[in-house]
């Protein structure tokens, strides 16, 4: 039986599960770039290139470990642009009598291949995606019966499982979460060390002029190019990570700095979402570290939690959730998207300097997504379908599993609260304390009215008093209420006019 083997851009791992059993003399992989997937929303100029380049060295790497493999690029003249129809040509060429893809990561992507075997007429499996820590039933399974989930616990069963930072069954250090040590403000004279970057070979030069020419009206600077592209490049960034940032990734995880993008972040969101690295292997890199004292408790801690915590849980909520997830509005939010989320073009330095930097880098780091893009949005309103189109759009590592759940459950609420506990709304004041952002700007930080008061403080009072109903009774969020409550008529009115007012100018 010969079986064509298709491998999406973000299964990029010799393990992955549509490879098992490959037989060399009947079967086949197929790889494409697809038009489609590079538009159906208009991805960063850089990710593409990114993907595509990494698409490329990984089928050469497979050619040259025996596969057989069908690449089809972008501009060949038959390439139909879709998935569907280009396995649909390659299965009719050379005669297959069999699928084989692993589970891809967005619900769209799984429907289209759910209709595969009738449309195709040819039997197609669908593979678990095993370089994930839990399965989808493992997932379901633990939130069966629970009305609200909490990444805490999850977290925690997480680290039993793979037996992770533990001494028998307690935690090592006697804690399980370090995140109160966290939470160091930026402060000069840092040493940040320079990030992973590679140069552009002739594979990823080829790709940056063919999406220089296809995709000039996406979002985002092309060049410099300097991503890893290969698995070897991808561990090195890691490596780089675990000697130089790791052992400060934990102190400062929430500062930002004007002009430090990287900070001392991990940057592998990129690698581990394709597939170039595999999360468990990062996970043990930061226990060795620990281990041999190269780095601290709370970083690695830290750290191990978003990869074996965050990550595997935001992904359990999607294949939970999805389809009705997407639609997900708990405050009924509406407003569009401003301009400036493109452009840049603001008079609010944090978010001047946030969106620089991801056209630049098609990245930012957890903090400048969440207190201040974010928060922006879901202060302001926006409605979330868009807010999530731009996330998906704006950043290398953004496919639906992992943006959706971060945007609509993380930052907007939008779906009241299955996922965090409360909404991440915040005035000036932390943006204040954890950057330096707010002494280049025209707004004063500690300013609550006025027009050259920060929008976010007189927006944070009228979100909630614009949400009083949806978020009253959370115990969390009932304290500000209170203090609302005792401010007098005046300072009231101040809030809702300057808000009527900068929200109608956002139009
Ligand atoms: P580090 O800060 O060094 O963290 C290490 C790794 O942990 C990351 O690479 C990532 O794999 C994982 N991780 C950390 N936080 C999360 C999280 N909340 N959810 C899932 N994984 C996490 N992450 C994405 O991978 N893709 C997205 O599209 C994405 N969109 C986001 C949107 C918003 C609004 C927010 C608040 C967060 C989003 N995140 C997303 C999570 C997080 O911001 C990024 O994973 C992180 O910034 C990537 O940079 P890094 O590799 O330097 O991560
Ligand atoms: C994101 C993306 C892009 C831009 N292009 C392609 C492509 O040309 N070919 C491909 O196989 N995959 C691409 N992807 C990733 C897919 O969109 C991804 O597999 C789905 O988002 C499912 O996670
Ligand atoms: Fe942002 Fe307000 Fe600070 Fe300006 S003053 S940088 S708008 S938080």
């Not at 059993?21 to 697809?34: A, P, Q, R």
């Not at 595509?52 to 060949?76: I, P």
């Not at 493109?342 to 400048?368: L, P």
């Not at 709304?425 to 920060?454: E, F, H, P, R």
Request: net charge neutral; with cysteine; charged share 25%.
């Amino acid at each position: 039986m010969s079986t064509l083997r298709l491998i999406l851009g973000d299964q990029l791992s010799p393990e992955i599960s549509s490879l098992d059993g490959f037989e060399v003399s009947k079967d086949t992989v197929l790889m494409c770039e697809i038009w489609n997937e590079a538009t159906y929303v208009k991805h960063h100029k850089k990710k593409i290139a990114f993907l595509f380049s990494a698409m490329r060295h990984f089928a050469e790497e497979l050619k040259a470990s025996g596969y057989n493999v069908e690449y089809v690029k972008l501009n060949d003249k038959d390439n139909t642009g879709f998935f569907k129809t280009e396995v649909e040509r390659t299965v009719k060429k050379h005669k297959f009598d069999h699928i084989v893809v692993t589970h891809p990561g967005e619900y769209r992507v799984l429907k289209d291949m759910q209709s595969w075997e009738q449309d195709l007429g040819i039997p197609v499996k669908i593979k678990s995606d095993d370089r994930f820590l839990c399965t989808t039933n493992e997932f379901a399974k633990w939130a069966k019966g629970r009305k609200q989930l909490r990444l805490e616990n999850f977290y925690r069963e997480m680290r039993k499982k793979y037996s992770i930072l533990m001494n028998g069954s307690d935690p090592v250090g006697g804690q399980w979460n370090y995140d109160s040590e966290n939470r160091q403000p930026p402060k000069s004279g840092l040493k940040i060390p320079k990030p992973y970057s590679s140069d552009a070979d002739g594979i990823s030069q080829e790709v940056i002029n063919m999406v220089a020419e296809h995709f000039s009206d996406h979002f985002g600077d092309l060049e410099p190019f300097y991503f890893a592209v290969t698995r070897d490049q991808a561990l090195q960034s890691l490596h780089l990570f675990i000697e130089h940032r790791l052992k400060d990734f934990g102190s400062f995880q929430d500062a930002m700095i004007e002009g430090e993008p990287w900070m001392y972040h991990s940057h592998i969101g990129f690698y581990l979402n394709c597939g170039l690295l595999l999360p468990m292997e990062c996970v043990k890199a930061a226990e060795e570290a620990f281990n041999r004292d190269k780095a601290p408790l709370n970083s690695v801690e830290g750290f191990i939690r978003q990869i074996i915590g965050w990550r595997e849980y935001v992904r359990g909520i999607y294949w939970l959730k999805m389809p009705d997830y997407a639609n997900e509005n708990f405050f009924g939010a509406k407003r569009n998207l401003p301009d400036f989320y493109w452009t840049a073009e603001t008079k609010m330095n944090c978010i001047r300097q946030c969106v620089s930097e991801t056209k630049k880098n098609a990245y930012a780091h957890h903090i400048q997504r969440l207190m201040v893009l974010g928060n922006f949005a879901l202060i302001s309103g926006i409605d979330p379908v868009q807010v999530n189109e731009w996330f998906l759009i704006v950043y290398a590592d953004a496919y639906e599993w992992v943006e959706l759940p971060n945007v609509s459950g993380m930052i907007l609420f939008a779906d009241g609260g299955y996922l965090a506990s409360k909404p991440y709304a915040a005035g000036a004041n932390y943006i204040n304390k954890m950057s330096n952002y707010c002494k280049n700007c025209s707004y004063q930080v500690t300013k609550k009215n006025g027009l050259d008061a920060c929008p976010f403080n007189f927006l944070y009072w009228d979100f909630l008093v614009r949400n009083r109903n949806q978020l009253q009774s959370n115990h969390r969020v009932s304290m500000m209420y209170k203090t609302y409550d005792r401010m007098d008529e005046g300072k009231k009115a101040a809030i809702r006019h300057d808000s009527q007012q900068f929200l109608d100018a956002l139009q």
